[in-house]
Nanobody
Framework: DVQLQASGGGLVQARGSLRLSCAASGFTFDDSAIGWFRQAPGKEREGVSC????????YSADSVKDRFTISSDNAKNTVYLQMNSLKPEDTAVYYCAANLRGRCSWSPEDMNYWGKGTLVTVSS
């Protein structure tokens, strides 16, 4: 079955860095798109970054451009989100999600499968 596991969250100070990982299994990884989404308490889930794994085509939201970098290691079926220059407003539960047809989307509803999130807390 399809499985996605996000990890790497934790507590970090503002201006610090954190690297999230999404380990995937149960589907053809290099035919997929893997996206990172986040949700803060009381707010809508929003798209952060996405990668088309076959060609390493990436997308990032304006709010994280120049700070976050998404990448994939296809040999390990793993996608990473390197988060630098973190701000308190980045605090959220971060989720990875897969579209098995290889299509990135900013809309959570377009993603087929979801893993449990990992909490990122950025202190001021």
């Amino acid at each position: 079955d399809v499985q996605l596991q996000a990890s790497g969250g934790g507590l970090v100070q503002a201006r610090g860095s954190l690297r999230l990982s999404c380990a995937a299994s149960g589907f053809t990884f290099d035919d997929s798109a893997i996206g990172w989404f986040r949700q803060a308490p009381g707010k809508e889930r929003e798209g952060v970054s996405c990668i088309v794994t076959s060609v390493a085509f990436t997308y990032s939201a304006d709010s994280v451009k120049d700070r976050f970098t998404i990448s994939s290691d296809n040999a390990k079926n793993t996608v990473y989100l390197q988060m630098n220059s973190l701000k308190p407003e980045d605090t959220a539960v971060y989720y990875c999600a897969a579209n098995l047809r290889g299509r990135c989307s900013w809309s959570p509803e377009d993603m087929n499968y979801w893993g449990k999130g990992t909490l990122v807390t950025v202190s001021s």
